[in-house]
């Protein structure tokens, strides 16, 4: 978000407070001017799909179209596990990490202190000092509140720690272009990939509110490469250094491979670069070809004229099972949710039906299409992942997975509350406010 993101940089900068530092961060803030101007104003670029694709969804042919428009390489054998909730998801991963023999690599937009973070420092300074590579890339702004002196004892014990686009000079034009990843990779063997960060929110809850429901998922097998992949395009950026090597890239799939499973996989590592994400597509595309239903699961709903229509020609025109769960009162952002509630309205006229989750804020992260495909990444559906962040998801053709995460999407839909057309038009008072909000929505 704006306020939050350059408020906390010129108030709340890592060290002592210099002249230059704070010369910088209003140069940042004032080189943002045209980028927010078009980013507010500026037409959505178009993602039209003319003819959907005439293609069986669990064809190779509609695989290998999907790969390749995404420049993807289709994995099969790989073993994946939902992890539903911190208390697994952290688990699991705290577990690859203590195991670890010979490489550790972490991205992640939000790594905070706290109960979870203290833990995290603590088994990965472990696993350094017993000789482990440990290669840690942090968001600087996702994690702004923290700082260098945290991850010392890993640094101590010989791990390294990068910051992605700090408010450096020469970062200055890429500084709104933020890793938005959320993963680790273990010896190159094991990874994990979901929207969750390292933050108490999702372990424990913070300041009375209860803990934060997020899915992550565990990979072991020939896809994992793929992941390291991603992981050594932004090392490459931060530090300057290529990866390579077995002990990054040491996996055999003939040894570790699943082979009792046709399940295929594979990875879409997103940037912005090009002026259009592979995630983007990737959502836009499997969206168009759905022929039964489409279950979409995010925390930040802000969907682009281009996304929009594609939903609603889905549940109009096709007569598709549309829902949609997004966060309800214990919203996180409440301008993120107002401005999203604004969007509602064509959805709802047109058959799509929009959830808001209760119990708690909802940060799942996933995409279900005809219960077989099924996306799961860091990807929120708004403009920030579509255009501006580095973003990573892994795409899955498994029943059985896609099964399993079916499962959780109706457990979250009994906690949610249904939005009528009718309630959402008792709301015309607060339109003016709420469009004045969805005009900053899309840099949050």
């Not at 109960?115 to 994690?143: N, P």
């Not at 020469?170 to 272009?177: E, G, S, Y």
């Not at 429901?213 to 090392?235: C, H, I, K, M, Y």
């Not at 168009?288 to 709903?301: G, L, M, Q, V």
């Amino acid at each position: 978000m704006i306020h939050k993101t350059w408020a906390c940089a010129i108030l709340w900068p890592r060290g002592t407070v210099h002249t230059t530092f704070l010369v910088l961060a209003l140069i940042a803030i004032a080189s943002q001017g045209l980028v927010l101007v078009l980013a507010f104003f500026g037409p959505d670029l178009p993602y039209r799909i003319k003819h959907a694709p005439d293609r069986d969804l669990a064809s190779d042919s509609f695989l290998s179209l999907l790969a390749v428009l995404t420049d993807a390489q289709v994995h099969r054998g790989t073993r994946i596990e939902v992890l539903t909730n911190g208390e697994r998801f952290y688990t699991a991963q705290l577990a690859a990490i203590r195991a670890a023999q010979r490489t550790i690599n972490l991205e992640a937009y939000i790594f905070h202190r706290g109960k979870i973070g203290d833990q995290f420092v603590e088994a990965l300074a472990e696993r350094a000092r017993s000789g482990v590579k440990v290669q840690l890339i942090i968001d600087y702004i996702g994690s702004l509140s923290t700082t260098k002196s945290y991850f010392r004892k890993i640094t101590d014990a010989g791990g390294r720690v990068e910051w992605y686009h700090s408010l450096r000079i020469d970062l200055l034009p890429q500084i709104n272009n933020r890793t938005h990843r959320e993963m680790l990779i273990v010896d190159g063997k094991v990874g994990f990939v979901g929207g969750a960060g390292i933050a108490d929110q999702w372990y424990t809850g913070l300041k009375g509110h209860a803990r934060w429901r997020d899915t992550a998922v565990r990979l072991e097998g020939p896809l994992v490469p793929s992941l390291q992949s991603a992981f050594a395009q932004n090392w490459l950026r931060v530090s300057g250094e290529i990866l390579t090597g077995s002990d990054y890239f040491s996996f055999d799939p003939r040894e570790h491979a699943d082979r009792s499973s046709e399940a295929a996989t594979f990875v879409v590592n997103s940037t912005p670069a090009a002026g259009s994400t592979r995630a983007r597509i990737l959502f836009q595309t499997l969206i168009a070809s759905a022929k039964e239903r489409i279950y979409i699961n995010t925390p930040y709903f802000l969907p682009d004229r281009s996304a929009r229509q594609a939903i609603i020609e889905a549940a109009r025109d096709r007569k598709l099972d549309v829902k949609i769960i997004t966060p309800g009162k214990h919203a996180d952002h409440a301008l993120t949710r107002n401005s999203s509630r604004t969007l509602y309205g064509a959805l709802l006229k047109n058959g799509v039906e929009i959830y808001e989750y209760q119990p708690s804020m909802i940060h799942v992260k996933a995409l279900i299409v005809d219960d077989m495909w099924a996306v799961v990444g860091s990807t929120n559906f708004d403009s920030r992942s579509f255009e501006l962040n580095d973003e990573v998801n892994v795409a899955f053709l498994d029943r059985a997975v896609t099964g399993r995460l079916v499962e959780d999407f109706h457990r979250d839909l009994a906690q949610s509350q249904l939005i009528t057309y009718k309630e959402w038009g008792k709301r015309a008072r607060f339109r003016v406010y709420e469009r004045l909000e969805s005009l900053l929505a899309k840099q949050e």
